[in-house]
């Protein structure tokens, strides 16, 4: 375990596929200065997430007592900026974004990301309705093409945004998803331990645990890449391999959906030819091995061969 993620209040901004569905209720100053305690004892890096209201000045005066990241909705002394119905009036150029978006209004804005990329860090999409994704004539995977294209150009200019679905594979040589329930663990204001934002969002009995007693993660080796039977062959490395969204949609923790594996593998597919065509214009990431072609988009269809 690496990071404890602290919701602020119910009401804090959601930073990935889960919905933040629940009314303002500000976690009490007891309970936040438990849980800074218990990730100072346990050594985990603190990540605070903000709901839009403003903290009062004894709840910012305790959280400055550690080192800790900020992700909130307004860019100012965020770490990790969100951005929600494409609205980036508030958002930070200098730190990463974080746009929650459908999968098709992604595919419906691509020219307006088209314009954005180049003054930006780095930006990761994160898909709200992964589940109803479907890629019939091809709007999702021609809309990679065209961030690809747009990301090529910058490169030969010397500029390097990052848009995370595309050039997360490129620099990656293993597994870099969530983490939820292995390295990264959620505190959420009613002094309980969740395995990410989501369970608590979806069903507060849900816990694994608390403040008084610690952390009772059952079955906690299934959390682990090398207890997932589909991830641990796959390639796809910018993957979310997102722990909630397995268990909505397949009931099994360490069981992506069809859809999930679908998404990853066409972005996994750009990011071999976005790789290709900077390499035409220069010495690129020469330390990075090309990224293999294959013949499919969900490693289950090749199970028999594992």
Not at 65 to 76: A, V, Y
Not at 124 to 139: K, W
Request: hydrophobic share 35%; charged share 25%; with cysteine.
């Amino acid at each position: 375990m690496q990071y404890l993620n602290i919701l602020l209040d119910d009401g804090a901004v959601s930073f990935c596929h889960y919905a933040a569905n629940k009314e303002q209720r500000l976690i009490s100053i007891d309970t936040l200065k438990d849980g800074i305690r218990f990730a100072m004892m346990e050594n985990l890096m603190i990540q605070f997430v903000y709901p839009d209201n403003p903290l009062p000045k004894e709840y910012n005066n305790v959280i400055e007592s550690i080192d800790h990241f900020n992700i909130k909705r307004n860019g100012e002394d965020a770490d990790v900026c969100v951005v929600d119905n494409w609205d980036f009036s508030d958002a930070n150029a200098d730190v990463p974004i974080v746009l929650r978006t459908r999968w098709k209004t992604f595919v419906e804005n691509t020219e307006t990301l088209q314009q954005i990329i180049p003054q930006l860090k780095k930006i990761n999409i994160v898909f709200t309705d992964v589940e109803s994704f479907s890629d019939a004539g091809n709007t999702y995977n021609n809309a990679l093409k065209a961030i690809c294209e747009t990301l090529k150009q910058c490169y030969i200019q010397g500029n390097t945004p990052q848009v995370n679905i595309v050039s997360d594979r490129i620099t990656l040589s293993s597994m870099n998803n969530c983490g939820a329930g292995d390295t990264n663990i959620t505190l959420a204001p009613n002094g309980k331990f969740y395995i990410c934002p989501g369970f608590y969002y979806e069903n507060e009995m849900d816990s694994v645990g608390d403040l008084a007693n610690g952390l009772d993660i059952k079955n906690k080796q299934l959390y682990r890449l090398d207890h997932a039977p589909i991830c641990s062959h796959c390639d796809a490395y910018q993957c979310k391999r997102c722990i909630w969204l397995n268990r909505k949609t397949t009931l099994e923790v360490n069981t992506p959906s069809h859809e999930q594996c679908v998404l990853a593998h066409l972005e996994r597919n750009a990011s071999r030819e976005l790789l290709q065509n900077i390499r035409k214009h220069g010495t690129f990431l020469p330390e990075q091995e090309e990224i293999k072609e294959i013949d499919y988009l969900d490693p289950f269809d090749k199970r028999e061969e594992w």
